[in-house]
């Protein structure tokens, strides 16, 4: 079955499509909806195309949007504010604010959603790896006010957190 999100060049048509929305960049499109999924974000782009008789897919697919929004925060020297906001989407994705200590499966869900940020960041850029890793089993550990979740990248207690934990080593 032919999948038409990788069909054809799939960057250009990205960036075509925020262009059209007003956008300069992926990097502008994704900070003007801080909290929505990749996914979600990715559907907004796409257009649906019928694959076979009745069967539809979208012609944009969240990992190329990752790749992408990867490749433009590299490009441009802000992978340290794209890894904070794919943090905000992810713990928006996966929670509804921090768990209660005691909350032992709400916890559980906190580390996968922690586990997959990173993932998600050091597939495509092996070199953060560690990075992401250190600050995901940090922020796991942090004694986090009940309910928090943060609106977007410039959130205080990210900013700190990275300031006190992203090296220097990985810009």
């Known amino acids: 079955m032919r999948t038409p999100a990788w069909e ?3 960057e250009p048509r990205i960036t075509e499509r925020v262009s059209a929305l ?5 990097l502008d499109f994704v900070a003007s909806r801080p909290r929505v999924s990749l996914i979600d974000l990715a559907k907004s782009l796409s257009v649906s195309v019928e694959i076979e ?6 012609d944009i697919a969240a990992v190329q949007m ?9 490009a441009t020297g802000t992978v340290v504010r794209i890894a904070r ?4 989407r992810k713990l928006n994705e996966y929670t509804t604010g921090w768990p ?4 032992l ?5 906190l580390g996968s959603c922690l586990a997959n940020w990173s993932s998600s960041i050091s597939s495509y850029l092996p070199e953060y790896s560690d ?3 250190h600050i995901g089993r940090v922020l796991l550990g942090e004694p986090m006010p009940v309910g928090w979740l943060p609106v977007d990248a410039s959130d205080p207690v990210l900013i700190d957190l990275f300031h006190r934990h992203w090296h220097s080593t990985n810009k």
């Open 66 to 74: 990752l790749w992408l929004l990867l490749d433009q925060a590299k």
């Open 100 to 103: 209660d200590p005691s909350d």
């Open 53 to 58: 008789s009745g069967v539809c897919a979208d």
């Open 22 to 26: 007003g956008f300069s960049s992926l």
């Open 131 to 133: 990075i992401t890793m």
């Open 8 to 10: 054809t060049e799939w």
């Open 85 to 88: 906001d794919l943090l905000v």
């Open 105 to 109: 499966h709400a916890r559980k869900r």
